[in-house]
């Protein structure tokens, strides 16, 4: 009756922890069957121990991750999918490398067409092949994670904006500096007119038009005093064969509209140095002489 009742109790018990139970043997014969597969990539690799502890990575080592991976609460189904696979891969990797000495003892070979491919040859490719596609996988797993994927995409949104609000911060900085140059075309333009403005523009080899429609705004002369003729719009008087067409006529124009004058009544300064003493009356003949 004792044993009896005993036998229940761990029935019982099993029943209960099945999951657990599963999971450890299952863990103790894979534990085991790798140990056979160290020994036997071992000696059919010529003593190789990269090679034998290289096996690990693609059998019992890799199966105990891929089964934490399997089992992780935020996986998404790319993830399992990989797991799965993960561990297939494993688990098949340790049964074809154990049982290789078998195969040796067999006389396996694969014919490729150029040349014998032997069980130990399998060895030699298959250890760094499997190795180099659950790194692949591993890192696809990482990549596929909603954790990483939401701290990506935080990161790009935090990036956009930070380079949103430099290439602002730029083109308010061209702004100022086009507004500068506006500045100091407009009072150029206000002191020397704003045909001799355009005329040393175009001399310095910068497009003018650019500049052309601007609307240059009249001088103020305060003390509710009128505003002094502009120096862009020519006098209606002026018709468009006397507007100037080089710097020097440009230059007695503006002259002539700050005096209130006709070009024309302008005198050359040769001539007011020959006849006059430069205010358009003769000289005193008293002090001549």
Do not use: C
């Amino acid at each position: 009756m004792l044993f009896k009742k005993q036998q229940n109790e761990a029935s019982q018990w099993l029943k209960e922890n099945a999951p657990a139970v599963t999971f450890w043997v299952a863990s103790i014969i894979l534990v085991l069957f790798d140990a056979r597969v160290l020994d036997v990539v071992y000696r059919l690799t010529e003593n190789s121990v990269l090679l034998a502890v290289g096996a690990l990575f693609t059998t019992a080592l890799m199966f105990f991750i891929w089964k934490n991976a399997f089992q992780y609460t935020l996986a998404n189904k790319m993830q399992t999918i990989l797991s799965a696979i993960g561990m297939a891969l494993s688990l098949l990797a340790s049964a074809v490398f154990g049982g290789m000495d078998y195969f040796v003892r067999g006389g396996l070979k694969f014919d490729t067409g150029a040349e014998k491919f032997t069980a130990v040859d399998l060895i030699f490719w298959g250890i760094p092949v499997l190795s180099v596609v659950h790194v692949i996988m591993l890192l696809w797993y990482w990549y596929a994670d909603p954790k990483v994927a939401s701290e990506r995409k935080r990161k790009q949104a935090d990036d956009d904006h930070l380079f949103t609000q430099q290439e602002m911060g730029h083109a308010k900085e061209l702004l100022e500096k086009q507004t500068g140059i506006i500045a100091d075309y407009v009072a150029m333009a206000q002191q020397y007119g704003k045909q001799a403005a355009l005329q040393q523009i175009e001399l310095l080899g910068l497009d003018r038009s650019a500049f052309e429609n601007i609307e240059i705004p009249p001088v103020s002369r305060g003390h509710g005093q009128p505003s002094a003729p502009s120096m862009i719009t020519p006098p209606a008087s002026m018709t468009e064969e006397q507007k100037p067409d080089s710097f020097y006529d440009a230059m007695r124009q503006g002259i002539a509209d700050a005096q209130g004058v006709h070009i024309n009544q302008l005198k050359d300064p040769i001539t007011i140095l020959a006849g006059g003493n430069g205010h358009g009356h003769p000289a005193n003949p008293t002090k001549a002489a």
